[in-house]
């Protein structure tokens, strides 16, 4: 029996996390990195809104990666997302700082593919 811990498909707690997408067809690889280049600017838009208390515009970039995420092939980007989108709909300031960070941190260990 195969460990899931260990399991390709599961993001090691400080590796790379590749695209579940690409796994499945290499041929979505160039479409995956596009959505990659465009992480820095999605979370960016969260930060000012946060810095600026935009529940708002906090709550829509947070669904709009909670779809996304999950589209190409990154869940536990979606579930991090949506953590970030129920602080943003309570006004938690500072839920939503905690899970932006969060967010940023798996954001930051994304690749298109795991090699």
Request: net charge negative; charged share 30%; hydrophobic share 35%.
């Amino acid at each position: 029996m195969e460990d899931d811990a260990l399991s390709p498909q599961q993001p090691q707690p400080d590796g790379p996390i590749g695209s579940e997408l690409v796994r499945e067809d290499p041929s979505f690889s160039d479409l995956v990195q596009q959505f990659v280049n465009g992480l820095s600017d999605r979370l960016r838009i969260m930060e000012d809104a946060i810095r600026t208390a935009d529940f708002d515009s906090l709550r829509t970039a947070a669904h709009q990666l909670k779809g996304s995420g999950g589209g190409f092939g990154y869940p536990i980007l979606s579930e991090r997302a949506a953590t970030v989108e129920r602080h943003a709909r309570a006004e938690a300031i500072d839920g939503c700082k905690s899970a932006v960070d969060e967010l940023k941190g798996l954001c930051n260990r994304v690749v298109v593919d795991v090699p």
